[in-house]
């Protein structure tokens, strides 16, 4: 058996027992909810699993040097998620009957899976290589500002943050795709700029700074996610958008000095637009004193509107080391949030912290497989596009878990995969399928190396090798 057929079937075997893991859940927590298994457990395992049977096909046909555990790791996560959001739906119908809260999420989330899944295999067949995106970047990101933007000329807000474009009964969340589209664009602009980004300029307290002229991409960049912030609240998407320029700006040049300058600039435009936007210092009062919503009206800090940091905290004390077990804990007592923002309260309250290291693991392992990737390919745009998904996913990962967990503010952001929302499922499928051709063309190279094609025998070998045969 051939190692691309073994890369396969251990693919095939992991996507199946993903499948039986959120399965497994769904069923062991409707049995402590209901004290029934859900009847509609085998007609949706029987279409996730032929939905993720048909995205491993294409790998297999269109991709067969693909790193094993990429799809798998998005087949768990996703599967673990559809399991939380049916869980919460049941709690959320017993506790809100007659109001938002309590209408299903789970069956509008399996069909943006279903849809993920299809983006996910079409962009597996018709990308034949990563590098045609290359061709692409600055239209990508000329479509990318306008999305970015687009929210902040829509009417009203959602949650104090203007993240959506309503188009009647659909909305779409523009920054998902935004991600996808930066990192394109970085990688093709530093891949092109990089020798003037890395030459050195004066030295200030024992640090080589960047040369003045070749400061304006990190102020124009700086000054969007500002945009961001001032125009539309969002805390989270400036925070990533602007964390992916930075660490792929570093790779790119290997200074120390650029990441420096990044984080000051950060700091200090964070902290300006906190102090003056009402909907971001809320989040930041939130961070600071989550206990003093339990405080008289009177006697409260100004701003603090919202008991959502708290009963964060409260889940993840209850919880414990092991957890209270899928269905025994109380996560509905978060609010509205509690099947996005803050589903990793869920896992943090039912499954306890063991839960929530493993999830964060499977993340550390996704990310670990994109900049294995990126070390292996030997193109500087690919090797910067890897770095850059694989960034976009950790640094959204961690704000999210930061937010929930106390460690920083909250942003508004969703983790990947796990938590409901559709715009979130797409991107981040779309995502994965360009790491899985990533990881192909790294795959394809190792393969080659370790099994060199023998050259071609010269024509003095021939002559001498023919009358030897003749003889």
Do not use: C
């Not at 092109?192 to 960047?210: E, I, Q, S, T």
């Not at 570093?250 to 909907?279: C, K, Q």
């Not at 790491?435 to 393969?447: E, N, P, Q």
């Amino acid at each position: 058996m051939s190692t691309v057929t073994r890369r396969r079937n251990t693919e095939l075997v992991l996507i199946v027992g993903a499948l039986a893991l959120g399965m497994f859940g769904y069923a062991g927590a409707t049995l402590a909810l209901n004290g029934t298994v859900p009847g509609s457990l085998f007609a949706t395992g029987g279409g996730l699993g032929a939905l993720a049977l048909l995205a491993h096909l294409a790998v297999r046909r269109f991709a067969p040097y693909a790193d094993p555990l990429i799809l798998p790791l998005a087949v768990l996560l996703s599967a673990l998620g559809l399991m939380l959001i049916a869980r919460l739906d049941i709690s959320y119908k017993a506790e809100y009957p007659h109001s938002s809260p309590g209408r299903p999420d789970a069956p509008g989330q399996t069909m943006w899976f279903a849809i993920a899944g299809v983006a996910f295999i079409v962009v597996t067949v018709a990308l034949k290589h990563h590098r045609v995106l290359q061709r692409y970047s600055y239209v990508t990101m000329s479509g990318a500002l306008v999305l970015l933007l687009a929210p902040a000329f829509f009417p009203g807000d959602t949650f104090g943050a203007k993240r959506w474009i309503f188009l009647g009964p659909l909305s779409l969340e523009p920054d998902e795709f935004v991600k996808i589209a930066i990192a394109i664009f970085f990688a093709g602009y530093l891949m092109a700029n990089r020798d003037a980004l890395a030459l050195a300029g004066r030295r200030v307290w024992g640090m080589n700074l960047p040369r003045g002229r070749n400061v304006g991409p990190i102020l124009v960049v700086w000054a969007i996610s500002l945009m961001v912030l001032i125009f539309e609240n969002d805390l989270g998407t400036s925070l990533i958008f602007f964390g992916v320029f930075i660490v792929m700006l570093y790779v790119a040049t290997e200074r120390t000095s650029w990441v420096v300058l990044g984080l000051v600039m950060a700091t200090v435009g964070a902290g300006v637009v906190g102090s003056l936007a009402p909907h971001v210092r809320g989040r930041v009062v939130a961070w600071l004193h989550p206990m003093d919503i339990f405080l008289p009206p009177d006697r409260r800090p100004p701003g603090l509107i919202s008991d959502q940091a708290a009963q964060a905290l409260f889940s993840f004390g209850s919880g414990g080391v092991t957890g209270t077990g899928l269905g025994q804990g109380h996560p509905y007592l978060i609010g509205f949030a509690g099947r996005t923002d803050f589903i990793l309260t869920t896992v943090g309250e039912e499954l306890g912290l063991a839960g929530v290291f493993a999830v964060l693991l499977l993340y550390l392992l996704l990310v670990e497989r994109g900049l294995r990737t990126a070390l292996v390919l030997t193109d500087p745009f690919g090797k910067l596009l890897a770095v850059g998904l694989s960034a976009t996913i950790a640094l959204q990962v961690f704000v999210v878990t930061g937010g929930v967990t106390g460690l920083l503010p909250l942003t508004g952001k969703a983790l990947p995969f796990l938590a409901k929302g559709g715009s979130s499922t797409l991107a981040n499928w779309l995502l994965v399928a360009v790491l899985v051709k990533l990881s192909d063309a790294a795959g394809r190279i190792t393969h080659e190396e370790r099994n060199p094609r023998r050259a071609p025998a010269t024509s003095e070998e021939m002559t001498a090798v023919v009358p030897r045969a003749l003889a």
